[in-house]
């Protein structure tokens, strides 16, 4: 790595609960973790290894100059994305012609990091090799995994995760020493969040003590008992319990296996289901992170369970517990845990799976289509914002497509039909790992397979280098000529021309896209020949013919206001800004590139974000203002490295990186650069979009030597008339949080944090929570 070395947090998550006993464990682990390479923490389903994992990695990240990372793969059935995934969590191109493995080796050769693998059991093959590859070849990296079991490979320590400490049954103790065990702790501190004023008390405390010595201290059976004690007492929980355990205890109870113990404790859940809920638990086992009502219905409902039926069916187990909500825009969204999941497999025949994971996939195939048909409208950002909602789901449908060759086109239609959301999500390695294997498997001369070429080609030339992206550009050549459909011959022409213009080929891309605009504008197809004006416009601007690449992007830009686009409407935006960086035109490139990024933020699109912090760095150099440069290409490395690209794949803008980039370094010096450059790398990502926007000053450390602040306007701390609450609600929306995440983390109902961020919406005259992340960090800058 060049440059500074600087401290990175990583992707931990907050802790939104209190952190219940470990003590001694946490001690154990920190002191242990400095002398392996491979901690795994092993130990039963609900026992809590993740959180132990991420508290104490909470407390190393000093220890790590490039960060703490927390990689999940609960979602993921599928060894082979293990190297993707962690990708995806940490950043770093690592999908090369030489396979995902050795590229994510490759990154991490020369870094000091910890990564946190979390869940490996279903995966434990996958996990084991990726593990065992990074260890060999990255001297500076250190693995703490979660897993049911070891990953058996060389150098691993295993840690044993235990379950809380419970007390004996004793008239003896008393009150205060019984709430020194962390089980009797964990289960009065949930149960009193879930039922105000639940507390230990004389009278309950022999029925708290013996819940937790039968769930054995298991942090989840604690946590899935005190909901129920919403509904019981104490000493009603405590009789069920001895009802539906007597069954399982054959002797010492901590001699039992973890999967009895825990499924004890899910039979006992499912039997205070009615037959029904029973039958849809099962049901809803088919998707993966989570589903909506209208899924639901479309999927799960049949003569036993009517569609009309199906919304009070839901809320019955969302009252027992099976079932969590989570509030996301005007909807609820319903989860599954993973253990209850997995439970719920065993509900369900082979046959009745296979239907459901039919419906699965066609329901989803349908969500794909809708979302490219809508895809130049005004339902953009929802579509989209609805494929990012639905990640883990499209995988387990596609996976559904490699089960039989006869389903394999249909997933390769969804694969393909996925090309802008590969993009903008961040997941091209993802996307070119499904349709790579789909193309294998779907090996029919068709639309299908041609589509699924061409669209392999555009994804393939982000990440790859060398010949695989001809001869894809190749064979859809020869198909195109077979199929004769001149809809997806014009869509290969339109491929190659990107692939050309990303090669740096400007002249052979200028007269490639122009073809393929002739022959999408004459069939009709307006979203591509719009995109094919654009795209054209940047490899005419870089043969120097300023006046074309401008009349180009300013004949389809009305075109893309009107049909409420945010996507190509932004990327019309940075050609017409990147012409005019071009042609000194430095104010106006600035204010084209802000509005570029602002029409990006609603989609999440950070790998583009990150071209409009280049582009303004590269504005910010040409109007003699390399410090602000230097920072902006610092925030513009930090994307990079977060969604896994590199500008160098985009060699049409790498040729300006290369031209300014030099020019701030010379006008400031090796070290000053380094130092401005690191201090943008730092930001976070919505401090980076503030600082973009112009909306926070420079920090000391990044103003130019002798330069004086810019003065601050009387009321540059002023909160006007927030109140405390407010303040403290608008700090939480500024981290990212969701309603439902802030009630939670204040202890409060989701309708009281709505009125407070309309209040602050209103008071502060604002539109979105973007802008608000944006004011909290002027805030916070002039605080400092």
Partial sequence: ??????????????????????????????????????????????????????????????????????????????????????????????????????????????????????????????????????????????????????????GEHVFAVSPLDVPEISAAESLPAVREYAAVRLLVERAAAAQPGFGLTAENRTAIIAICRRLDGIPLALELAARRLRALSPAQLHERLDDRYSLLTGGSRTALPRQQTLRALIDWSYELCTTTEQRLWGRLSVFEDGFDLAAAEAICADEAIPEAEMLYVVAGLVDKSIITTAEEGSELRYHLSETLQEYGHGLVDDDDRARLARRHRDRYAALVAAAEADWFSVEQVRQFTRLRREHANLRAALKFGLRDPADAGVGLAMAAGLRFYWLLSGHVAEGVHWIDRLLAAHRTPDVVRLKALRV???????????????????????????????????????????????????????????????????????????????QTSLAVGQLGDAGRAVELVESVLPTCRERGDHWITALALFALAVESCRQGECARATDLHRESLRLRLPLDDQRNVGLNFEGLAWSAVADDDPERGAALFGASLSVQEAVGTSLRRLRHLYALHATYEPRARKALGDDRFEQLKQAGRRRSFTEAVAFALGDTDRTAAEDRPG????????????????????????????????????????????RTVEGHVENVLAKRNFSSRAQVAAWIATQRAHEE
């Fill in 456 to 534: 392999q080609a555009h994804l393939g030339a982000v990440v790859w280098e060398g010949a695989t992206v001809d001869r894809l550009l190749d064979e859809a050549d020869d198909l195109a000529a077979r199929v004769g459909d001149p809809h997806e011959a014009a869509y290969v022409i339109q491929s190659r021309g990107l692939v050309q213009l990303f090669r740096g080929d400007a002249a052979g891309a200028a007269e490639t896209l122009s073809e393929a605009f002739h022959r999408h504008d004459a069939l009709g197809d307006e979203a591509a020949a719009v995109y094919d004006r654009i």
């Fill in 707 to 750: 330069r004086a602040r810019r003065a601050e306007s009387a009321d540059a701390t002023d909160w006007g008339t927030l109140t405390r609450r407010e303040r403290q609600i608008a700090e939480l929306v500024a981290e990212g949080l969701t309603n439902k995440e802030i009630a939670t983390r204040l202890i409060i109902s989701i």
């Fill in 1 to 154: 790595m060049g440059g500074t070395r600087t401290s990175r947090i990583g992707n931990l998550p907050a802790d939104l609960t209190t952190f219940v006993g470990r003590g001694q464990e946490i001690g154990k682990l920190r002191a242990q973790l400095p002398t392996c390479r491979l901690m795994t923490l092993t130990g039963v389903g609900g026992v809590g290894k993740t959180r132990l994992a991420v508290r104490v990695a909470s407390e190393l990240t000093r220890a790590f100059p490039d960060g703490v990372w927390l990689i999940e793969f609960a979602a993921l059935h599928d060894a082979e994305l293990v190297p993707a995934t962690i990708a995806s969590a940490l950043g770093g191109e690592i999908y090369t012609e030489h396979g995902g493995a050795e590229g994510l080796s490759e990154y991490l050769a020369d870094r000091e990091a910890l990564l946190i693998l979390d869940n490996c059991e279903h995966l434990i093959d996958g996990c084991a090799a990726t593990a065992a590859r990074i260890l060999r070849s990255c001297p500076g990296i250190r693995i703490l995994a979660t897993s049911r079991q070891p990953l058996g490979i060389s």
